[in-house]
């Protein structure tokens, strides 16, 4: 099992950055792959980036450029950076995890393990 619980959502302006974290409980954690993923009012939860076991990252086209993904295997963390943020990004973003070198990284169901989400609102 592994626990996730994120934090560092909040209110932003159109342009400002945030950093959301992602603290684990277990073991598992530096065996594990870390998603983000958000959901937006009235939308489809949508992958926006993540981070293999290796450090190898991946990002949503939305997401390139803008958000940085990277962990703390010794703090069992994982971060989220977002930088220029648009009123359009305002979501739930959520954590997850998943066993290394299984399932497909931008599929949400192929994580088991979520966060209970932290809300980031962008205003215009």
């Known amino acids: 099992q592994v626990q996730l619980v994120e934090s560092g959502g909040g209110l932003v302006q159109a342009g400002g950055s945030l950093r959301l974290s992602c603290a684990a409980s277990g073991r598992t954690f530096s065996n594990s792959d870390m998603g983000w993923f958000r959901q937006g009012p009235g939308k489809e939860r949508e992958f926006v980036a993540a981070?293999?076991?290796?450090?190898?990252?991946y990002y949503a086209d939305s997401a390139k450029g803008r958000f940085t993904t990277y962990r703390d295997n010794a703090k069992n963390t994982v971060y989220l950076q977002m930088n220029s943020l648009k009123p359009e990004e305002a979501a739930v973003y959520y954590c997850?995890?998943?066993?290394?070198?299984?399932?497909?990284?931008?599929?949400?169901?192929?994580?088991?393990?979520w966060g209970q989400g932290t809300q980031v609102t962008v205003s215009s």
């Open positions: 981070i293999r076991r290796s450090g190898t990252t």
């Open positions: 997850a995890a998943k066993p290394a070198v299984l399932g497909e990284i931008p599929v949400s169901h192929h994580y088991p393990y």
